[in-house]
């Protein structure tokens, strides 16, 4: 084992200095992806910023009504607040979809949004990876790829990201909020995560030694219906096939408010602005909800083994605006 | 209970199940002799090729990293039987993932960092690690697994095909499959002088001290081997493994005891697998529904090292009366890991195939596939004319259908909806031989008045001890919770290993011998018994392996019912039901958990279980159990394991057929079987994974092609 340095750190600042003073360090929540990555040999940080001890575990209600997640919330926890399952139930449904009982009660929320890819040639190092290590090239491109994405990847990374909850988060119009040496900043759910591009290394936008301190759910106590549904392997403990968050708001008749998020199509959770765009204003009827869905998925393109991936996305969303639109317009 | 009340069949609880759900029993790792290093094999990074340098250099430079062993230093050993074995023995890298060298360090943290640190260098080759069912390489070997002829021939099966009323000609998939039991594969191995003193997990300690023996030039009895506690095997602790001739290597070379236990993500490549097979099936059938050919072939894949021959086609020269036949299997060797058993080798994929075909045909008949079953029950065993010693299928099949509701059901496809699932179910049979094999025991009549009965037998998680105490204790007339019982050490009187479901007939038989000897002693006997007590012994060598006239079975049945999303193509397993006709039952509890423990996999193995090779690098790309699925408890519903009584006098003197495997057989087919009555679609790939069944939904939906819907 790499010996490193390890920093149990109390306040946010204390985290921030102490990995600003160490080289390579990485910041340790759970440890329930970073760990296996550090035996793996994928992650080999010259120090451990323990940040387990930071109070940043709570929820609170903000004046204006949303919800403020502290990033040491765990998964269990902020699926179960009674807060999450009454307003935003695609988060709680989200998280809960994802991992075993065991992970969920170890992991954090602003782990859960750091996580990387599971794609096996990131995880093996005898094969190259240019996420891993950029340059090398894509083991996954022609090699077994059935889990990958279909949409928004390079020719450098096909990866996708793992996550159930940023896929939430996403559709939810949450954010991010992140302090470093430089301040606290705010940056929306949908944005944390990026594309490939030419930097498949890079998974998010977040500064060097930025740390995350929470994430904010926008005002929704009386706020629109939301759901998550997940396509997988096996019934428990299995990362998506496919999966979609949606939150929907109707008024007069049409809809007024409304975000979709696909989850395991992309190197993001892919929030589908373009369907958006084409259902806002219009009547929630299945001709309008297949429309506006075909519009989004248009754009995929799949890979030679990862075909179903665009009807299963596609009956996933269908699936679930369908269930969040009144039956009578349906 | 008293001491002339019978013990066997009954639910005696499991001897060391305290130990084992209090953590105190000790597996092979967690042996931790003075001086203890530990090791991490380095394994090859191409798929074919020769090493041509291997600097340890770096490795050796690291901290605590003692030793780098490898082709060039490794201690020489004696040419193994199994070719598996010869590990650091020369240049050759027969498949990725083949261990090229061994770090021995003071920690297991060192060893993993000393063999990040080994450089190695490789001439290439071009590889094809690719299974194809015309693939040029394909031969016909002479034997299958299990000494079976590769081929059998009856009458002439195609002209009968060609002529039958009606004719099934499908093709099916099913991948490569892993094991993986829950403790991988580890040994601990010291030497104690010329004494060669090994803790291992393995199913039968006996061949791994006759390996180690034989490679290291040793009389067995300067060898000890020791599995007293075994996380699962299921076929792949069978024989030894890489781990162990590893561990005494680097125990002699470093003159300390040393622990391998092989990391997950090494074990695809090192302890076999389920070979993938093609399987393609032609049946035919005369207007009596009565079967007039039978056509299995079976395209598998071994590697370089050695041939090994999944038999997946024997189980059709069981099941039906068919006047013509061919049963005939065809084996490529590529360049990948070398497959070995996993439970049920031969009949799981086979019967899968079989049994799918069998619903194929009884669907094409319009008959019940009960029914069709029943019709072409056959008088002698099909293959060799002998006659069952016990065959209960057609009352496994009632019983079974009786239990499960089947009487109720629309046959018609596609003919059960709620809502967005489609609900089906579906039926298949079951077979496994027995398998029985000779074995040494001893019995001794204690002072105290305790009996300690001593036998090499491995308890992989089954029960053994349990059962072997219940037989024991039968024998000798006395209450149960008087026997003590010594197993899983080559120190003990030599037995058979825990596989082919033969362990506790061949186990038993020789415990049941040496029982009933001293039991006749002890009548002769007055007076106090001496100190060291009274022994007898038993050895079935020339009883347990004679020929049988008979041919021997175990049967089943098998029922699932499926609901299978159209949102998704996700298929979920609402229940399970089996009836098994096994023989004499000798521990309801243990036998259940084995039962319902096959059907589990068995599940896994219809739903979830998927490995692929990696036809660039050629490896498994499953490597963990986060990507390799076995199922989880929300899989698992309800599943119930039931037997019909059967008395059978030519088994072994108890009367048992083995259960270990039979339970995995007929699962796939039931499983996909009921897809098919939900769906109306027929999937001929396993597992059935929510892309399949999706893309199989939608071409059912829109035949014109459109992925639309």
């Known amino acids: 084992m790499k010996p490193f340095a390890y920093v149990r750190a109390g306040t946010v600042e204390e985290a921030t200095d102490a990995f600003a003073a160490h080289p390579g360090a990485r910041y340790l929540g ?19 910023v323990d940040v387990n001890r930071l109070p940043l575990g709570g929820v609170e209600e903000l004046p204006d009504g949303s919800l403020r997640i502290g990033a040491m919330v765990h998964n269990s926890d902020l699926a179960a607040h009674p807060l999450v399952r009454d307003r935003y139930p695609a988060l709680s449904q989200a998280v809960l979809a994802g991992a075993s009982g065991q992970l969920r009660n ?46 928004g990847y390079s020719d450098q990374c096909i990866a996708t990201n793992p996550s159930d909850m940023a896929v939430a988060l996403a559709a939810l119009d949450a954010s991010v909020e992140l302090y470093g040496t430089e301040g606290a900043r705010s940056v929306p759910a949908a944005g944390f995560h990026r594309l490939p591009g030419d930097h498949p290394e890079r998974d998010t936008e977040i500064r060097p030694g930025e740390l995350i301190t929470g994430v904010v759910l926008p005002a929704g106590s009386a706020g629109p219906a939301s759901a998550y549904r997940k396509a997988r392997d096996r019934a428990s403990y299995a990362f ?11 008024a007069d008749g049409v809809v007024d408010r409304v975000g979709i998020a696909f989850g395991a199509l992309a190197h993001r959770p892919w929030r589908a602005r373009r369907a958006e765009e084409a259902l806002l204003g219009a009547a929630p009827t299945t001709a309008a909800f297949e429309h506006a869905v075909d519009l989004e998925l248009a754009a995929a393109e799949p890979l030679q083994d990862n075909a179903y991936k665009v009807p299963l996305a596609r009956r996933l969303a269908l699936d679930v605006l369908g269930r969040l639109a009144p039956p009578a317009v349906t | 209970m008293t001491g002339t009340e019978t013990v066997l069949g009954a639910p005696a609880e499991r001897r060391e199940g305290r130990e084992k759900v209090t953590g105190t029993a000790r597996y092979a790792a967690e042996f931790d002799f003075p001086g203890r290093a530990h090791c991490r094999p380095v394994p090859a990074t191409v798929a074919r090729g020769r090493v041509t340098g291997i600097d340890p250099g770096p490795a050796l430079a690291l901290p605590g990293v003692l030793a780098v062993l490898t082709h060039e230093n490794a201690p020489r050993l004696a040419e193994p039987d199994d070719p598996v074995l010869a590990v650091l023995q020369s240049p050759r890298v027969p498949h990725r993932g083949w261990f090229v060298a061994l770090v021995v360090a003071e920690t297991l943290e060192a060893a993993r960092a000393g063999a990040a640190a080994v450089r190695v260098t490789y001439e290439e080759e071009p590889h094809d690690v690719t299974l194809t069912a015309s693939h040029p390489q394909a031969y016909v070997p002479r034997e299958a697994n299990g000494g079976y002829p590769a081929v059998s021939e009856h009458g002439d099966p195609d002209a009968a095909f060609a002529s039958s009323a009606t004719r099934v000609d499908v093709e099916y998939r099913v991948p490569p499959l892993h094991n993986h039991p829950m403790e991988p594969h580890a040994s ?91 399987q393609r099936l032609r049946l035919g059938a005369g207007a009596d529904s009565r079967l007039t050919s039978l056509v299995h072939e079976v395209t598998t894949q071994s590697s370089r090292v050695k041939e090994f021959v999944e038999q997946a086609a024997v189980p059709s020269r069981v099941m039906y009366a068919a006047p013509h036949s061919r049963t ?52 002698t065993e099909p293959d060799s004319g002998k006659p069952f010693s016990s065959r209960h299928l057609v009352e496994c099949l009632r019983e079974g259908a009786r239990r499960f509701g089947w009487s109720g059901r629309d046959p018609r496809p596609r003919s059960r909806a709620e809502g967005p699932l489609l609900v089906g179910t579906g039926v298949a049979a079951a077979t496994y031989p027995v398998l029985v094999a000779p074995s040494t025991a001893s019995a001794q009549a204690l002072p105290d008045g305790a009996f300690l009965v001593r036998v090499n037998a491995t308890d992989i998680g089954t029960g053994a001890r349990t059962v072997l105490a219940q037989i024991a204790a039968d024998a000798l007339g006395v209450p149960l919770e008087r026997v003590r019982i010594e197993v899983g050490s080559s120190d003990l009187p030599a037995a058979t290993l825990a596989g082919g479901s033969s362990g506790t007939a061949s186990w038993g038989w020789a415990v049941h011998g040496a029982c009933v000897r001293l039991r006749d002693r002890l009548a002769g006997h007055s007076g106090p018994l001496p100190a060291e007590g009274v022994t007898a012994t038993a050895d079935t060598s020339g ?29 979920r397993v609402r229940r399970l039901l089996g009836v098994f006709a096994a023989g004499r039952i000798l521990n309801a509890r243990t ?28 490896d498994f790309t499953q490597s963990d159990l986060a990507s390799y699925h076995v199922p989880a408890h929300a899989d698992v519903p309800a599943v119930e394991a039931h037997w019909v009584e059967e008395d059978d006098a030519h088994l072994n003197p108890m009367g048992s057929k083995g259960i270990g495997e039979i339970g995995i057989v007929g699962t796939a ?39 639309g819907a």
Request: glycine residues 10%.
């Open chain 1, 240 to 250: 998506a096939l496919a999966s979609v968050a949606v939150v929907l708001h109707l």
């Open chain 1, 30 to 48: 759970g440890g329930t992806n970073l760990v296996d990555l550090m035996k793996l040999g994928v992650e080999a940080p010259a120090a451990l």
């Open chain 2, 188 to 278: 601990t191995a010291f030497w104690d002088g010329d004494r060669l003193v090994v803790r291992t997990s393995s199913q039968g300690t006996n061949a791994v001290r006759a390996a180690l023996a034989a490679m290291f030039e040793l009389p067995e009895d300067r060898i000890s081997v020791t599995a007293e506690h075994v996380g699962g095997g299921f076929g792949s602790k069978g024989t030894p493994r890489p781990d162990v001739v590893l561990a005494a290597m680097a125990a002699r070379h470093t003159g300390r005891p040393v622990t391998l236990a092989l990391p997950r993500r090494f074990l695809p490549a090192v302890v076999g697998h389920r070979a993938p097979t093609l």
């Open chain 2, 669 to 707: 087919a039931a499983v996909g079987n009921a897809v098919h009555h939900a769906t109306g679609v027929r999937f001929r790939e396993l597992p059935l994974t929510p892309d399949r069944v999706l893309t199989g939904l939608l071409g059912h939906e829109h035949p014109a092609g459109t992925l």
């Open chain 2, 328 to 379: 005939l299997h065809r084996v490529a060797r590529l360049d990948v890991p070398t497959p070995s058993w996993m439970r049920a080798p031969g009949e799981s994929p086979g019967m899968y195939a079989l049994e799918s075909a069998m619903d194929e045909l009884a669907a094409e008949l319009g008959m019940d596939p009960v029914e069709l079953r029943i019709r072409n029950e056959p008088e």
């Open chain 2, 591 to 618: 036998a259940r958990s084995q039962f319902i423990g096959g059907m589990t996999m068995g599940l896994g193995m219809a739903l979830t279980e998927d490995s692929t090779m990696d036809p660039a690098f050629g």
């Open chain 1, 106 to 151: 170890a992991a954090t929320t602003g782990g859960n949004l750091l996580q990387r890819t599971r794609c096996p040639y990131f995880q093996d190092l005898s094969k190259p990876c240019n996420k891993r290590e950029p340059g090398t090239g894509c083991g996954a491109l022609q090699g077994v790829h059935r889990d990958h994405a279909v949409l």
């Open chain 2, 543 to 571: 009883e347990a392996d004679a020929d049988s006239p008979w041919s021997r079975h175990a049967f089943g049945a098998h029922f699932a019912e499926v609901a299978v999303d159209t949102v998704t193509g996700e298929v």
